[in-house]
């Protein structure tokens, strides 16, 4: 049994699971411990709903764009590597993105249109401080790390990524406008 489980962990999606379920959840704590509300009050039920997102969701997302992109640009030469960095920014990262205000905002009890609203509300402007980071952590991550640790690589970039995430997510100073809910 112990085998086939130190088998199955060394396989980079199993890996990345792992990782994102912990990763994750730490970047809710941090970002709540952050909190510039003074609010001390730690939600473990959030960070749950973070780790279960990223381990269900993320790992396996990236992981299936990352195979794709090597299996699209399998050459090791710095130009394919940026090309990769620059498609996944304008590609799987919007879809990464939009994903995340979407079904954080279900996770967190909101209807489909609350979602709907949380993503047109705060996915341009969180995106475009994306484009500024993410081509230059991959294009870092295809150059330097071997391919079954990419995936770890980029779990723990994204760990600083997902409490900037969390903090937009989460921010007081922004009030979503709630569908269906005015009163009359």
């Known amino acids: 049994m112990w085998s086939k ?3 199955a962990s060394k396989h980079g999606l199993v890996r990345g699971v792992a990782i994102y379920s912990i990763t ?3 970047s809710s704590l941090i970002q709540q411990t952050l909190d510039p509300s003074g609010n001390k009050t730690i939600d473990l039920q959030r960070a749950a709903k973070f780790s279960m997102y990223g381990g269900l969701f ?4 990236l992981y299936a764009w990352m195979r794709f992109a090597s299996y699209v640009w399998p050459s090791m030469t710095i130009t394919s590597h940026i090309t990769k960095a620059v ?7 919007p879809f990464a993105m939009a994903s995340f205000f979407f079904f954080m905002t279900l996770l967190d009890g909101g209807t489909i249109e609350d979602a709907k609203m949380e993503v047109k509300e705060k996915f341009f402007s969180t995106w475009k401080i994306a484009v500024m980071v993410w081509p230059v952590l991959q294009t870092i991550n295809y150059c330097v ?3 079954r640790n990419r995936l770890i690589f980029v779990s723990f970039a994204g760990l600083i990524w997902t409490t ?3 903090y937009i997510k989460y921010e007081k100073n922004r ?7 005015k009163t009359d």
């Open 5 to 7: 489980i130190f088998k």
């Open 24 to 26: 994750w959840p730490v």
């Open 58 to 61: 993320v790992a396996p997302t």
């Open 87 to 93: 498609v996944e920014q304008f590609s799987y990262g």
């Open 145 to 147: 790390i071997p391919p």
């Open 164 to 166: 900037f995430l969390a």
């Open 175 to 181: 009030p979503i406008p709630i569908a269906d809910k």
